[in-house]
């Protein structure tokens, strides 16, 4: 089984206020309408049930209308079906249709058809998946909208929701706030029309926000084509993690719903084609809007709305400190970062006002944050800078990602000596952290391929080999820079007894 646990941008600009709101409604209508609808589905499905095969073996009795659409739509959609019912020598269904077998009387038969009409009538007019569930052969047309907020259980509703959450929020952050939320209800009206078209005649109610869902994953392989989603693989009770870029992984997925679509049709209980159409709509309107500008428009005054609310928080924290009002000025700072974390001027008031109080493990703390954010901005010299004043004003270890991603900005500039010891640093500090296990594998890496240290490279691939730090994912990697190593030290070993 896989299951998308996250991906490389888990950040936003501003609380996802209307992703976080569709979760809580699903969640609510959920809670509310479940009881009902379980209740209510067993007695739908006898009333239909005792329709059809009334209907079927006995073709001349007068229907009413609500009969005779339920009867037509099902011959449409489950021709085999309705041709199997009609069969007087099929084994019988159950007590009912026993009971109707043995019934020759024709006032009796019409007066049986016209209480189950009436039974039925009853029943869909209080039934909620009747009024509020899409039904593609008679679509309400609220439930449009409604049914994309109705699940059928537990797992369906968490399911929906965690896609929702992991396309929803950065799609949200890209498009503001009503820009998404248009989007988003369009797209599941349109994936609903989509299924209709695909199931022309089917009476089954379709609840579910999925084909929503699938109209963000098609707007998020559109947006962010060469994002990393990353995956968690159960295999024979075995849990393995990896990551894969979303212009290969989300195409895959589509071509899987559109195979068991064509294979299995509504029979598997699941809305394929919904999901298919839900994801062409949203690549199709993902590209729309890149092209039009209305997508950099709406982004364009998110920035201006970000920018005016920082300006005004970090010009009132400024006033503060000048005045010598820094307990108030920190209390400002303080309330911005939590709403906006990537304030790099924020962090750096910050660290003034805990260097001028002599709060030395706030500075810290903050010095760390500019660090990190000068390494998300791609300013690894600046980045750096934070590290060395770090340092020189008594810090030790490093956050273990920050100093991580400092190793690597080292490494990529070719800096190999400094990267080494920075990654030798950062497995001893910590040496119960993955980041210990990556720093490991750095400097192994380093040593191989860069200094031909083959010694140390195979001392570092062995001591990640003995980690207690759970690395099955990195089991292949470490076993064969290991076998490189060895490889190696041979190779050298030979030439210097040839030499000799």
Not at 210 to 218: F, P, T
Not at 301 to 308: F, P, T
Not at 322 to 342: I, M, N, S
Not at 349 to 374: E, G, V
Request: charged residues 15%; proline residues 4%; negative net charge.
């Amino acid at each position: 089984m896989l299951v998308p646990i996250g991906h490389e941008n888990m950040t936003a600009r501003r609380w996802p206020v209307i992703t976080i709101g569709l979760i809580v409604i699903n969640v609510v209508v959920f809670l509310f309408t479940i009881s009902s609808i379980d209740e209510q589905a067993p007695a739908l499905g006898q009333a239909k049930a005792h329709i059809l095969i009334l209907a079927a073996l006995h073709p001349e009795l007068k229907l009413q209308p609500e009969a005779q659409n339920l009867v037509d739509n099902f011959k449409q959609s489950h021709p085999a079906q309705w041709t199997q019912i009609q069969n007087p020598y099929r084994d019988i269904i159950d007590a009912y249709d026993a009971k109707v077998r043995l019934m020759d009387d024709p006032e009796q038969l019409q007066k049986e058809m016209d209480a189950q009409s009436a039974e039925y009538v009853k029943v869909s007019s209080a039934s909620i998946a009747e009024k509020y569930a899409f039904v593609p052969a008679k679509p309400n047309p609220i439930s449009y909208l409604t049914a994309n907020f109705l699940h059928g259980g537990w797992l369906h509703l968490i399911g929906n929701m965690w896609f929702l959450w992991l396309a929803g929020f950065v799609l949200e952050d890209a498009w503001g706030r009503w820009l998404y939320s248009a989007f988003y209800l369009v797209a599941g009206a349109a994936a609903l029309q989509f299924y209709a078209w695909s199931n022309p005649g089917s009476i089954t109610p379709t609840l579910g926000a999925s084909g929503a869902v699938a109209a963000l994953m098609g707007a998020f392989l559109v947006r962010f084509p060469n994002m990393k989603i990353e995956m968690a693989w159960l295999f024979l009770f075995r849990l393995f993690r990896f990551k894969a870029a979303a212009y290969w992984l989300l195409p895959l997925w589509l071509l899987m719903e559109m195979f068991y679509g064509s294979l299995f049709g509504s029979a598997s209980g699941v809305a394929h084609w919904a999901h298919v159409g839900g994801f062409m709509f949203g690549a199709l309107a993902a590209f729309g809007l890149q092209h039009t500008n209305l997508e950099q428009k709406h982004n364009k005054a998110i920035e201006e709305k970000l920018a005016w609310t920082a300006d005004t928080e970090i010009e009132q924290a400024s006033s503060l400190m000048d005045r010598g009002q820094l307990e108030a000025a920190a209390a400002t700072l303080t309330k911005h970062v939590a709403a906006t974390p990537d304030s790099l001027d924020a962090w750096n008031l910050l660290k003034q006002i805990h260097w001028k109080t002599q709060d030395t493990a706030a500075f810290h703390a903050a010095n760390m944050k500019t660090c990190a954010l000068h390494l998300k901005a791609r300013n690894p010299k600046a980045a750096w800078k934070d590290y060395e004043e770090f340092l020189q004003t008594g810090g030790e270890a490093a956050p273990a990602q920050v100093w991580l991603d400092l190793c690597k900005a080292a490494d990529d500039a070719q800096s190999y000596d400094r990267a080494l010891y920075e990654y030798e640093r950062l497995a001893e500090a910590h040496p119960n952290e993955r980041q210990a296990l990556m720093a490991q594998l750095g400097a192994a890496k380093i040593c191989l391929k860069r200094l031909n240290r083959f010694q140390e490279a195979l001392a570092f691939y062995q001591s990640a080999a003995a980690s207690t730090i759970p690395h099955l994912d990195w089991e292949p990697t470490i076993q064969a820079g290991i076998k490189e190593a060895k490889a190696a030290l041979a190779g050298g070993t030979s030439l210097s007894a040839s030499a000799h």
